[in-house]
């Protein structure tokens, strides 16, 4: 293997991990307060339909990505009103917000179809930007650069804060954290939101940062491929960098494979992140750490 | 909350199905809104849906057809349910069982159709069952839960079909196109009347049938009863819950697989990864709003049906992207979860 195949496919990892580690950003933040969200790709959806829209009319994709992240947060609050609000089965509430999310962005983006625009420049970071190899790394947008310290944020967030212990206090015992005084439905309205956010901002990546066009379902099932990064990464905010690159690598390197027109089947590693999801939880389970919140999934059906 | 959901919507109630239908009309409702707003006119839109999948006989046919795969996935995540699995693996049970079902009608392909069909059709329940079985081992041992898993599983399974298509069992005469050498004659399942409707049709109705009868009718129906209403009770009453994991795991991937097995083996006539448009997904959805009630599960695919067909038919006559009509299944599952569990 020559160096500037590993080069190319280390660079795609990070590029099309970017989108995934802000989605399982989100994820991370949804689950840690207790509520799956296999919405997500209808969510990031939202997000790229949105900010591609609000870029071709206004010309700003910074305007774009920011209507991005809030299409995605108003959207995400869908779901908490359903399983919030109305204590509607979650994973089914997720599936209907999925389907909601695309058929909502294929209408809203069919008038964008074909659309051009120049979507978020590049930025060279000076002397970086020269270094070989790893050049190409610091002459990308915005949003890449900033996806590791938004884990570092949000792994602040949610194990360095007073927010963030209460967060995690409602995924874990709803009733505990309102005796303690939180009111779990607000907590978890705000994990949504913000959640949202960042399946947004995931979105606007992928139509304003990598791909600068709109098309039907373009997410390609990257809404699921996030849910399964955070069983990966164990609800840990820090460990969805690593599994972002790992399952941005295997798109990357098939993608590269395919490129070079390799006789090796790039579908068998595929599967890899996936397997290796299964037996990082396989591994883990049981274990003291056992890392999924212990209310995931379940409605909270209030103490009054 | 699945046995208070199947008795609200047990179709003897005259109330709920009274409700059901409100429901249902309030997402219409809401629906033609968002057709407004696209400019189109609803009531045309609704007519045309109507006149081409249940007021034409080639249109409902089709509607029969996509009727199969969805009654049986919804099946493959209804059965585990009654014990409180949660089975989102029902994608890639279809793919595992279209995969076994492709390696028979290759394999066995000198055999006579009597005997190939039954053992391609088994192959298919057995792909599809051992792959959901696999979750039920990890969920049975307390290592990994099913939901879990059978997600995961999903992308797997879709992957390795991939894998045999584009490499070891590509149709080296379609060039470019990734799909397998179409199936021998005698591994296709028949089709009726001159459409699509294939013998998947009875078989779908026959498992809709034994579950029904083996819940209410059977010892084990008891049992499985029993520990859907309360596990430890059930456990210290002497039920191997362990087993019953299992084998409604196998159970439930077997009817996904023989889902893939119609869709391969009568649809498509051999193995592309383009398999499925998410029956899988459609069915856990199609399990949910019925309750895993059967003659809910029946209604409720062809409903679904009766949209994913109406897709086409918004693309083609009123020039919506097809996907559109997703809006609508949303609508309708939002308003069935929203009034579900108001006590």
């Known amino acids: 293997m020559s160096v500037p195949f590993l080069e190319s496919v280390l660079l795609g990892a990070i590029l099309s991990g970017t989108p995934l580690l802000y989605a399982a950003l989100g994820e991370v933040i949804e689950e840690r307060a207790g509520i799956v969200n296999l919405g997500l790709e209808g969510v990031m959806l939202m997000g790229a339909v949105t900010s591609f829209a609000i870029t071709v009319q206004t010309g700003s994709a910074a305007l774009g990505v920011l209507a991005g992240a809030t299409a995605g947060s108003l959207f995400n609050l869908i779901l908490a009103l359903l399983v919030v609000t109305r204590r509607a089965n979650q994973l089914a509430s997720g599936l209907a917000l999925m389907f909601f999310g695309v058929g909502l962005s294929a209408l809203l983006g069919a008038p964008y179809i074909g659309s051009r625009i120049a979507g978020l420049n590049p930025l060279e970071i000076p002397t970086l930007a020269h270094l070989p190899y790893l050049g190409a790394l610091f002459r990308s947008d915005i949003l890449v650069y900033l996806a590791m310290p938004a884990a570092a944020l949000v792994w602040w967030g949610l194990f360095r804060t007073r927010w963030g212990l209460s967060l995690r206090a409602v995924g874990e015992n709803p009733t505990a954290a309102y005796a303690a005084g939180y009111s779990p439905r607000a907590i978890q309205y705000q994990a949504l939101f913000i959640a949202g956010l960042f399946g947004g901002i995931a979105g606007a990546e992928l139509s304003i940062g990598i791909a600068k066009t709109w098309a039907e379902w373009m997410t390609a099932g990257r809404g699921f491929i996030a849910v399964a990064l955070v069983i990966f990464s164990r609800w840990h905010p820090l460990r969805t960098v690593w599994g972002a690159v790992l399952f941005g690598g295997a798109v990357a390197l098939q993608l590269q494979l395919q490129a070079r027109g390799a006789s090796v089947s790039p579908f068998l590693l595929d599967t890899l992140p996936y397997l290796l999801s299964l037996g990082v939880v396989l591994i883990w389970a049981g274990g003291r750490h056992h890392a999924a919140p212990a209310s995931l999934g379940r409605v909270f059906e209030g103490t009054e | ?343």
């Open chain 2, 1 to 343: 909350m699945a046995s208070a959901d199947a008795r609200r919507f047990r179709p003897d109630s005259v109330r709920a199905a009274l409700r059901v239908t409100g429901l249902f009309g309030l997402a219409f409702a809401l629906f033609a809104v968002v057709l407004l707003a696209a400019g189109k006119d609803p009531i045309r839109a609704y007519g045309d849906i109507l006149s081409s999948t249940l007021f034409s006989s080639y249109g409902f046919s089709e509607v029969v057809v996509k009727m199969i795969p969805l009654m049986l996935t919804a099946l493959a995540v209804a059965i585990p349910a009654r014990i409180w699995l949660i089975n989102i693996g029902a994608e890639g049970q279809l793919f595992m069982g279209a995969l076994f079902t492709t390696w028979g009608a290759a394999h066995f392909a000198a055999l006579p159709a009597w005997a190939l069909l039954p053992l391609v059709a088994a192959l298919g329940f057995l792909g599809g069952g051992l792959w959901a079985a696999i979750s039920g081992v990890m969920r049975a041992h307390g290592w990994v839960s099913e939901t879990i898993s059978t997600l995961l599983m999903n992308y797997v399974a879709i992957f390795i079909v991939s894998f045999f298509v584009f490499g070891p069992w590509k149709d080296l005469e379609s060039a470019n196109y990734p799909q397998t050498p179409e199936f021998p004659a005698a591994a296709r399942l028949p089709m009726f009347f001159g459409t699509r409707v294939h013998l998947g049709l009875l078989i779908a109705l026959v498992a809709l049938t034994v579950y029904h009868l083996v819940l209410t009718r059977t010892r084990w129906g008891l049992e499985i009863r029993a520990i859907g209403g309360n596990i430890e009770a059930a456990r210290r009453s002497g039920i191997a819950i362990g087993r019953y994991i299992l084998v409604l795991m196998f159970v439930g991937g077997g009817l996904a697989g023989l889902a893939g097995m119609g869709e391969v083996s009568a649809i498509q006539g051999r193995l592309r990864p383009s398999l499925s448009p998410g029956f899988g997904y459609t069915g856990f959805l199609i399990s949910w709003i019925a309750g895993g009630n059967t003659y809910g599960v029946v209604a409720s695919a062809l409903l679904m049906a009766v949209i994913t067909a109406g897709g086409d038919v918004l693309q083609m006559a009123h020039r919506l992207p097809g996907s559109v009509v997703n809006i609508l299944m949303a609508l309708m599952l939002f308003v069935v979860l929203t009034r579900r569990r108001i006590p």
